[in-house]
């Protein structure tokens, strides 16, 4: 393979050019929002994702511009604590999870693979998709065609149809999770490197301090019956005045944060959890095209960052598409799959009431019998992956 196109520069397109270009291979990225756009939320690279940016040598450039997550904290509304967790295994070489800006990350990992010579087209929308031609046509009327077509055009991806034209959607859960932030909380917000979350009595509220600004970054999750719009805005003052009056009361931090935020995201949660053809003989799926995981698998950003970097690897080793494409699906399926089917269940604990109930009675047991002497780890089965980038997948 000499050429490869990416629909899509998120996350996965980005890390996948990335990977690509160390690898090699000539990419060319299409994106239809600008470099700059700035959208987003806040994101946590767990370690599994900093391991594939480690493989490709891109992992310090994100060290500098994030902070890393020592420890997770469940509390009451008073601030007496009921449990907490580690961010990861400190002993591991993979590290902490980082926590940054969703366009930081995204504009780390372009400025690198921009630096390695990948060739990015922003501002050019793709209204088709030619699998079988590996090529696609940009609302201009052009087409932008390669050796190899990577759709990484997300959970709505237009690649994806045309590869499963009756291929499944994502799932919506009846859960939304809604992101802040505030660059002045107005307020003591939990210390820099830790994740606090206050159990209040209509939900619970997530904060950790931004330790390079000061800033505070949140989010809660909510069941919501009714879906968004997809072509809904984002009314920054009416989220505020919901989430407010939500959290008032709860004797919390929450309301002081969420009315001095100035940037408050709201995005349905949804699953993708099985696609059953990823490929066509020259054109495949990755990232949320693939496989859509909620976010309470807290994976989303590091199983792209895989997904781009076991790609590259598979096409670098293999002189067809398609030995390279099943390569990468062996590597990869039961993996994401696993990781979205943890997702989901993560949702419905977090919001169906008999669970809730019963992780309330685990805690006080904890307490009373001193179970948590030694702090949980992260979830090492998912955070221990490794790339083995040199060793070839053939």
């Not at 293999?318 to 039961?334: D, W």
């Amino acid at each position: 393979m000499e050429h490869v196109v990416v629909s899509g520069g998120g996350i996965a397109g980005t890390a996948l050019a990335l990977a690509l270009r160390s690898a090699g291979i000539a990419v060319t990225v299409v994106e239809s929002r600008p470099a700059d756009h700035g959208e987003g939320a806040v994101v946590r690279l767990n370690p599994n994702g900093m391991d594939a940016l480690r493989a490709v040598d891109a992992h310090q450039p994100v060290i500098a511009r994030s902070f890393p997550l020592v420890r997770t904290e469940r509390v009451r509304p008073d601030g007496s604590r009921i449990g907490y967790s580690l961010g990861a295994d400190p002993s591991s070489e993979r590290g902490l999870p980082r926590v940054m800006h969703w366009p930081v990350l995204s504009e780390v990992l372009r400025e690198q693979a921009v630096e390695r010579g990948a060739e990015f087209r922003n501002g050019c929308r793709v209204v088709d998709a030619d699998p079988a031609a590996a090529a696609v046509t940009l609302a201009d009327g052009s087409r932008v065609e390669g050796d190899v077509l990577v759709g990484a055009d997300g959970a709505n991806s237009l690649v994806r149809g045309r590869i499963n034209p009756d291929g499944p959607e994502p799932q919506r859960l009846g859960t939304r999770t809604i992101y802040g932030y505030a660059a002045e909380p107005g307020c003591e917000p939990p210390p820099p490197e830790v994740l606090r979350s206050y159990l209040g009595a209509k939900g619970f509220f997530a904060a950790t301090r931004d330790s390079h600004s000061g800033g505070c970054f949140w989010f809660t999750s909510l069941r919501a019956p009714v879906p968004r719009r997809r072509d809904e805005p984002q009314d920054v003052d009416a989220l505020r005045a919901e989430m407010t009056e939500l959290f008032a009361g709860d004797g919390t931090i929450a309301p002081t944060v969420v009315g001095n935020s100035e940037r408050i995201l709201s995005f349905d949660d949804h699953a993708l959890p099985h696609v059953p053809r990823w490929c066509t003989d020259r054109a495949i799926i990755i990232g949320d095209a693939l496989h859509v995981a909620p976010p309470a698998s807290e994976q989303g950003a590091a199983m792209a960052v895989e997904d781009g970097v076991q790609l590259a690897r598979c096409l670098r080793d293999h002189t067809s598409p398609a030995a390279a494409f099943a390569a990468f699906e062996r590597l990869r399926r039961e993996r994401v799959e696993a990781v979205v089917a943890m997702g989901r269940m993560g949702t419905s604990r977090a919001h169906h009431p008999m669970a809730r109930r019963f992780r309330d009675l685990r805690n006080k047991a904890k307490r009373a019998f001193a179970w948590q002497r030694k702090p949980p780890m992260g979830r090492g089965w998912a955070y221990d992956h490794h790339i083995d980038w040199p060793t070839p997948t053939t």
